[in-house]
């Protein structure tokens, strides 16, 4: 078994979702990984209420972390100039990093990660652009065969959350106040409603993918306060939503770099992309466009971006096909129930609707909706039922009692896949 030992600094939400999830989840990354990650030390100037550290060491001084025989410090107090000294301080204390802080990745990044470079470490920041949602590695790893021409998305939950309760009818004020009552938006939000967090993020992926500088150099950034609820109305009316995307564009040998609200068609993927989700559309040219969407905050989402740095940093080999569990054994099919969607065509139809409808009954099935289409060129008429769950085993005898009628045709029948 591999161990990686760690030391985390700052003891608020993330740092405390790391620890509750690596205990939870101990057992799944020792079975997967044949890791174990263990916390010799937390860096917290204050107890957390929330959370009991168990044996792990507390230094009210954050930059003592280091001091402990750790592979691995784990930067969790957000913020710029004092996460900078942090990491600055273990990269050359030869630790390495991993840190959840898109704003110290934005403004000091290419500093930070030459310094890691020096002295033969990694910086890691898979959390810092969607939480766990895997765009870091994704284009860092898996893409790095392909030749990308734009990342374009919705990078910040709060003005995802709040852009899709305005188009529901809600104004801005109200739905800001929903989205602080939630938690979803800080008590400050202006990083979030004025697009800087969205432009943050989208910087560090435009660095990733194009190789642009740390800070960016000539970034646009508007937020979305100037929208008003009508202007979803009259955007519907031309087949279109307003979402807050942040855009990096690879055009001859420029980089097209902004975050700023746009309309974008309504049947477009990321339209439909509603509430905190993040989402995310990579050009590549082997690929294709690829979508990439999850959870963009929160202590789990975080957690596991940060995890799976460290599973990275301990360079466990991550187990496949010998992963057998002997407990685990397949539902049959026979047993699982469905809602169905049957297509029936009948003749002489008033007779034929109540022997269709008893045939449900007797099996016990609840009809959810039943209709009646227009008849067609030979008389038959196309009769549309929605069934309530029904067994699968019931479903062939189903389909059998409904052709024995005289008055049934054709009989179709679809599973619905409930979400
Ligand atoms: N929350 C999310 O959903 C999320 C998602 C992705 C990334 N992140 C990133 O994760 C990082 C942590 O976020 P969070 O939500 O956990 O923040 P948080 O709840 O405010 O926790 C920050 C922690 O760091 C401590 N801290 C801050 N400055 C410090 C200093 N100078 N010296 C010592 N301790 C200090 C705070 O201590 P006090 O309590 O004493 O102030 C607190 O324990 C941030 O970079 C954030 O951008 C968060």
Known sequence: MNKLRIGICGWGNVA???????????????????????????????????CDPGNAIIERDIFKIMDHDIDVLVELIGGVDVARDLILKALNNKKNVVTANKAVIFNHGDELFSVA???????????????GTPIIKLLNQELAASKISKISGMLNGTSNYILSNME?????EPTLKLAQEKGYAEPDPSFDIEGTDAAHKIGILSSLAFGSSLPPKDFYIEGINGIHKSDFEYAHEMGFTIKHLAVAKLTNNS?????????????????????????I??????????????SGAGQEA??????SDLIYLSDSKIKDVNNINESIELVKFIDLNFQYYFYIEASDVSDAMPSISSIFTNKGVSIESISQKENLNNDLVPIIIITDLLKEKDHHELVNNLLELDSVNTVRS?????Q
Do not use: W
Request: a neutral charge; charged letters at 25%.
């Open 16 to 50: 405390t979702g790391l620890f509750k999830t690596l205990q939870t989840n101990a057992d799944q990354i020792k079975k997967r990984c044949n890791l174990e990650i263990e916390i010799i030390a937390i860096g917290a100037r204050r107890d957390n209420p929330k």
């Open 117 to 131: 470079n020096k002295n033969g470490v990694k910086l890691l920041y898979e959390s810092s652009v969607c939480a």
């Open 168 to 172: 529901e009818g809600m104004e801005f």
């Open 255 to 279: 980089i097209d770099l902004r975050a700023h609200p746009a309309l974008v068609k309504l049947d477009s993927y990321l339209a439909n992309l509603k509430g905190v989700r993040n989402g």
């Open 281 to 294: 559309e990579v050009e590549t040219d082997l690929l294709g466009t690829l979508h990439i969407a999850g």
């Open 302 to 307: 975080t957690a596991s971006g940060v995890i």
């Open 414 to 418: 679809i599973r619905i896949e409930a």
